[in-house]
């Protein structure tokens, strides 16, 4: 029985050039070039504006890298043509972040102020003084980014402050409930 997100095809959308050599395989795109080494026992092909991905055999091994090789590089394709972003939100009294140069700095309730420069190939924005938007073609590189900035002071239950994702709802505590 074969993966059944392995089975899908990808659609290369105009504008994203796919180049698979051997293991190799490279995506490049508007917003810029990806590549992947494609598992052992996987192999991939275009035909006409389509990835195929196809396991050599039926072994346990091979199914279960089977799918994940196809979300990879639909992720990699999706990326170079679209590009992936999350957007954090600063809630607090006095919490804000600022752009410095390629860089953030962040001011979350510390005695220090905290600042954080990308690594290659993702771009951080500041919109506005509580909220960043981290940005790039990698789509694992920043969902980590966002999560080392969210880890920065994550969210309490009491009043919510802290730095959270824009869609991420936070479950609230009552406090104590006096006389």
């Known amino acids: 029985m074969a993966s059944h997100i392995g089975k899908l095809p990808i659609a290369i959308p105009a504008g994203v ?21 494609l598992p052992e026992g996987i192999t991939a092909a275009v ?3 389509e990835i195929i991905v196809t396991p050599a055999d039926d072994l346990r091994p091979t199914r279960a890298k089977h ?21 954090l939100e ?8 600022v752009a410095k140069g390629k860089g953030i700095e962040f001011f979350l309730g510390y005695s220090h102020t905290i600042t954080i420069n990308p690594p290659e190939g993702i771009t951080l924005k500041v919109t506005d003084a509580n909220h960043v ?13 966002a999560a080392n900035i969210r880890k920065l ?16 709802h936070i479950l609230r505590k009552a406090g104590k409930a006096g006389k």
């Open 17 to 37: 050039e796919v180049k698979i050599d051997g293991a190799h395989f490279e995506a490049k795109g508007a917003k810029g070039t990806d590549s992947y080494t």
């Open 47 to 49: 035909e006409g504006n």
């Open 67 to 87: 799918g994940l090789a196809r979300s990879i590089m639909a992720g990699m394709v999706k990326g170079v043509h679209d590009g992936y972003s999350k957007t």
């Open 90 to 97: 600063i809630v607090g009294t006095g919490y804000r972040a």
């Open 133 to 145: 938007v981290v940005e790039g073609i990698d789509k694992q590189m920043v969902g980590q980014v």
């Open 153 to 168: 002071r994550e969210p309490e239950p009491y009043k919510g402050k802290g730095v959270k994702y824009a869609d991420e």
